[in-house]
T-cell receptor, first 112, second 115 residues
Framework: EDKVVQSPLSLVVHEGDTVTLNCSYE??????LLWYKQEKKAPTFLFML????IEKKSGRLSSILDKKELFSILNITATQTGDSAVYLC????????????FGPGTSLSVIP | DADVTQTPRNRITKTGKRIMLECSQT?????MYWYRQDPGLGLRLIYY???????NKGEISDGYSVSRQAQAKFSLSLESAIPNQTALYFC??????????????FGPGTRLTVL
């Protein structure tokens, strides 16, 4: 059975702190891993990672995938209150019908 | 205007009622999805459709049905609503022309409460 575990489930930090969000997965026919950010409403896409060791960066956010150990991390440096959101990890299955399996999410609160 | 729209945005109904949630998209994507989100459980796939004639069950399809009326429209029905179907429902689309999911675009969500 496919499984996605994210940790921590919730986190409160102060502005300027650096955070690391974790995602481990057991997914058959794994193809890639996606990260989404969900603020008060719909999730929005952050990254897609397909190869191990490749670090994706977008401003203060970066992410790494380890396909051997089956995990990914999302780092946010110099956090801001606008980073407060739920961060969803979503491995993609490459079967005859591609689909993603969403983890439960990590709720991040950044306080001034 | 939003690329993926959902109606209604909020709905309160009673046990046993039939409910339809509608989704429309202007992105021109061929793939559409319905998810529900419950606290602590993330997004769970109800149904997905890769084109108008291709509809597939997701992991939690019991109690739900769908209709893909056109490439741009995908409706979710609860034939006889029950309280444990109270949740936030999202419609999403993706471009399948590359053969990969790559990225899904989500609608604003419908908050459904079944009393």
């Amino acid at each position: 059975e496919d499984k996605v575990v994210q940790s921590p489930l919730s986190l409160v930090v102060h502005e300027g702190d650096t955070v690391t969000l974790n995602c481990s997965y057991e997914v058959t026919n794994f193809r890639s891993l996606l990260w989404y950010k969900q603020e008060k409403k719909a999730p929005t896409f952050l990254f897609m990672l397909t190869s191990s060791g490749i670090e994706k960066k977008s401003g203060r956010l970066s992410s790494i995938l380890d396909k051997k150990e089956l995990f990914s991390i999302l780092n946010i440096t110099a956090t801001q209150t606008g980073d407060s959101a739920v961060y969803l990890c979503a491995p993609e299955k490459g079967t005859s019908y591609d689909k993603v399996i969403f983890g439960p999410g990590t709720s991040l609160s950044v306080i001034p | 205007d939003a690329d993926v729209t959902q109606t209604p945005r909020n709905r309160i109904t009673k046990t046993g009622k039939r409910i339809m949630l509608e989704c429309s998209q202007t992105k021109g994507h061929d793939r559409m999805y319905w998810y529900r989100q419950d606290p602590g459980l993330g997004l769970r796939l109800i149904y997905y459709s890769f084109d108008v004639k291709d509809i597939n069950k997701g992991e939690i399809s019991d109690g739900y049905s769908v209709s893909r009326q056109a490439q741009a429209k995908f409706s979710l029905s609860l034939e006889s609503a029950i309280p444990n179907q109270t949740a936030l429902y999202f419609c999403a689309t993706s471009d399948g022309t590359s053969g990969r999911i790559i990225e899904q675009f989500f609608g604003p969500g419908t908050r459904l409460t079944v009393l």
